[in-house]
């Protein structure tokens, strides 16, 4: 990761948040903002360097997507499955296939992928479902070997960028046996079919449409090329399932924490010291979380899949979603009604913000984890539900 990257999403978010109202407004995809992120080369951020990425660690992913978000809260978001993707592939090392049992030829597979990344591909995911969410056991996707590779058959919901991704991260289950669930790398195309459902509260611009599958791939798209990696996957990397939507949802809070600073300088409202508090506790609170997300970015590059590594993982994605809608109700108020219009940044942002409670793994679930934790218990298999 260098601070290039960085760099280069800061330069990108004005013109990230001078459009950022218009695809909110008619609820349209922000097609020029992945246009950009595209010639910055900033889709291989987490691809290694021998494949043509930048080589970013997990904290590099935070840090640039933090500054998407100052931008458009949206388009961080879409950016963020799509990192999700690469993140994940790119850190299965060879110590780390070899332990899972991954063939020569599906890494030579997962070095395509990486690399058509590096040269502006870009893939959304494709997991949750309606009445299963994103619970990877409880799928009704399904999948079952054929001539030469996989037929995949199913419909997914929320899937981030539908229509618009150069290919989508499936997980499907076994037809032959339930209990396996794998993840392919479904190119988009025929059998992918989109239905547009996506007219939501906030992060209206992600295009969170539908997907239908009715599609073969061939065998070198199931990832890892070995059935049923999926949730061990989620539960080796559960920063890329859990603590990648922080680094959005902290940034989302300091642009609501910007907002309102300039609502109020223009209007000369300043001066009135509850204004100025609930800005100075908006500002502690959003450097809290800022600090609690890289504390969990530093420790999945020292330690990923560490038990300590992933309490501070469920942590950051627990804090980062309520301080987002914490702060962006109080600039809201401190703001005043004015800032309630349809089109105020401040107005967008508080419903924007408002989603970051509700992803995988919601702010409840987050709290239960690190309940059975403080417990003694094994927040990964004690609970009522399956977490994955």
């Known amino acids: ?22 695809h909110d407004r008619d609820g349209t995809f922000p097609v020029d903002d992945f246009a950009d992120l595209r010639a910055s080369g900033l889709f291989g951020l987490m691809v290694p360097a021998g494949l043509g990425g930048a080589d970013a660690t997990f904290a590099g992913y935070a ?8 931008g458009n809260g949206a388009t961080a978001l879409v950016f963020n499955m799509h990192a999700s993707v690469t993140g994940a592939l790119g850190a299965v090392t060879e110590e780390l296939a070899e332990a899972l049992g991954v063939p020569d030829e599906a890494l030579a597979a997962r070095d395509r992928l990486l690399r058509a990344a590096a040269e502006g591909a870009w893939y ?14 409880r799928l009704s996707t399904v999948y079952e070997p054929v001539d030469g590779g996989f037929r995949i058959k199913g419909s997914k919901t929320f899937c ?13 289950r076994s037809a032959a046996d339930p209990s396996v669930v794998s993840q392919f790398l479904v190119p988009a195309g025929e059998g992918v079919r989109v239905e547009p459902t996506w007219d939501a509260l906030g992060m209206r611009a992600t295009s969170s449409h539908d997907l239908h599958l009715d599609v073969t791939v061939p065998a070198d798209r199931l990832l890892g090329g070995v059935e049923g990696l999926a949730l061990v996957v989620a539960q080796l990397m559960p920063h890329w ?7 959005v949802y902290v940034g989302v809070a300091r642009s609501a924490v910007d907002a309102a600073a300039e609502h109020l300088n223009a209007r000369d409202l300043g001066g009135l010291p509850a204004v100025r508090a609930r800005l100075g506790r908006a500002d502690a609170a959003v450097a809290a ?11 999945v590059g020292d330690a990923p899949g560490d038990a300590e590594t992933n309490r501070w993982v469920w942590r950051a994605k627990l804090l980062a979603g309520s301080t987002a809608a914490e702060v962006a109700a109080s600039m809201l108020e401190a703001a005043g009604t004015s800032a309630t219009r349809r089109g105020h940044p401040l107005e967008r942002l508080y419903r924007d913000a408002r989603c970051g409670s509700l992803h995988p793994a919601t702010s409840d679930v987050c709290a239960d984890w690190l309940g059975v934790a403080v417990l003694g218990g094994d927040p990964d298999r004690d609970g009522t539900a399956p977490r994955w």
């Open 63 to 70: 840090a640039v997507a933090t500054e998407l978000a100052r």
């Open 289 to 299: 979380a800022e600090l609690v997300v890289a504390e969990a970015a530093r420790r």
């Open 124 to 137: 959304a995911v494709a997991m949750s479902e309606r009445g299963a969410g994103a619970r990877l056991s």
């Open 241 to 247: 399932l859990v603590a990648s939507y922080a680094a």
């Open 1 to 22: 990761m260098t601070v290039d990257a960085v760099a280069a999403a800061r330069r990108l978010a004005p013109r990230f948040a001078a459009r950022a109202a218009g």
């Open 160 to 172: 981030s960028g539908a229509g618009h991704a150069d290919g989508y991260l499936v997980a499907a």
